[in-house]
Each structure stands twice: as structure tokens, then as C-alpha cells.
């Protein structure tokens, strides 16, 4: 799939971050609906937090092949989800 002409990032960036949020929701590789996206000029930031540096670089796949024009910040944060420790035990 290819994405828009680069021209149209300078004229409605508010359009492009709208098409790229619902594109990391629902592609298969990332299915996320956390993630802010913000469009300036020529560029796209990522913002938010995946559970693995897996779905961060999944991320990056998904907007290079859906914008491949534009120049990616991927400041998405992994904080990776464990199992609870030993249980608390109150009194």
C-alpha cells in the first residue's frame, strides 16, 4: 500500500496522524490503540508504551510502509510485563 503524496503532510497533518493511528489499530503486526502519533512537516513521533521491543519495531514497519516519505521518531517506551512476585501477605 502506498500513502498519500508527501505534499499532503503540509496541508492537513491532522489527517495524516489520524490515518497512521488507525493503521498501527488495525494492522495485524501491531493492533495498538495506545499510541499517539503526532505529524510535523516532513516527520511523525511516536509516543507511548509497547510491551516489547518487538511491537516498537513493529511500529516502525507499519508507518514505513504506510509513509514511507516520512522521517519516523519512534519514542515509544517498552516496559515489559512480568509475573507478580510472591504474594503479600497481610495482617
Known amino acids: ?6 505534499a499532503e503532510h ?6 495524516t496522524a489520524a490515518r497512521l ?3 498501527l489499530a488495525e494492522d495485524e503486526r501491531t493492533a495498538e490503540l495506545g499510541i ?8 511523525v513521533y511516536l509516543s507511548g508504551v509497547v510491551s516489547s521491543l518487538t511491537c516498537k519495531e513493529r511500529l516502525d514497519a507499519v508507518l514505513r510502509d504506510r509513509e514511507p516519505d516520512l ?3 519512534n519514542d515509544v517506551r ?14
Not at 1 to 6: K, L, N
Not at 10 to 15: A, C, D, L, M, W
Open 71 to 73: 522521517h519516523r521518531h
Open 78 to 91: 517498552v516496559v515489559e510485563a512480568t509475573e507478580p512476585g510472591e504474594a503479600e501477605v497481610l495482617r
Open 1 to 6: 500500500m502506498s500513502g498519500p503524496h508527501p
Open 10 to 15: 503540509h496541508g492537513h497533518p491532522e489527517y
Open 36 to 43: 499517539q502519533v503526532d505529524v510535523r512537516g516532513e516527520h
Open 21 to 23: 493511528r488507525r493503521a
